[in-house]
């Protein structure tokens, strides 16, 4: 049986077997370490029985960075369309090819979406390409729709879906959307 545990510094020597597939970003150590600084309940390993990583998840909690356009915000109230309320953010899920189809991808974001429940976040979302198939639909199968389309998102100029998922806080699900792969919008304006 894998477990889901904080994921801890000397785990970082361990996860390269977890990013071999080519779709998983790879980030130098500076920009994990940030992440276990900053958002250590949101930074989570799963591990084999053996003791081997066999998947991870980085996340984080956030808004945008100018202040809100309405006072209490709320989704219904919102004049900026653009507008992130307090939310958590996957930045970063992977399963080692190895530990695939086992349910760790769905295990590690249940605990993600936890933790930003508990924090009061409105929503989950993540960027996942327009082309990853699997991943979109493994997504879907968690509760996750497209909320918009950021066009030529990545540095090969390929679209990302932005996704999410409502939290607690947002009872009326208004923070999510049907027929969001329609919604196009740049980089530039998703902050």
Not at 120 to 142: C, G, H, P, Q, T
Not at 163 to 173: E, I, P, T
Request: charged share 25%.
């Amino acid at each position: 049986m894998s477990t889901v545990r904080p994921m801890r510094v000397n785990d970082l020597f361990h996860i390269s077997s977890t990013n071999l597939d080519p779709l998983t970003e790879t980030y130098n150590v500076s920009f994990y370490l940030e992440y276990l600084t900053k958002w250590p309940d949101l930074c989570r390993v799963i591990e084999g029985m053996d003791g081997q990583i066999e998947g991870y998840i980085l996340g984080k909690l956030e808004s945008s960075p100018y202040p809100s356009p309405v006072t209490p915000w709320t989704p219904s109230t919102n004049p900026d369309p653009n507008y992130l309320p307090w939310h958590g953010h996957i930045t970063a899920l992977t399963v080692a090819p190895s530990a695939r189809r086992l349910g760790h991808a769905s295990r590690l974001t249940e605990s993600l979406e936890q933790q930003s429940d508990a924090a009061n976040a409105w929503f989950v979302d993540l960027y996942v390409r327009a082309s990853n198939e699997i991943a979109k639909e493994l997504y879907r199968k968690m509760g996750y729709s497209v909320y918009r389309r950021v066009v030529d998102y990545y540095n090969d100029g390929e679209d990302a879906f932005d996704m999410r998922k409502s939290l607690g806080r947002d009872k009326n699900k208004e923070c999510v959307r049907e027929g969001g792969e329609e919604t196009r919008v740049r980089p530039e304006d998703v902050w």
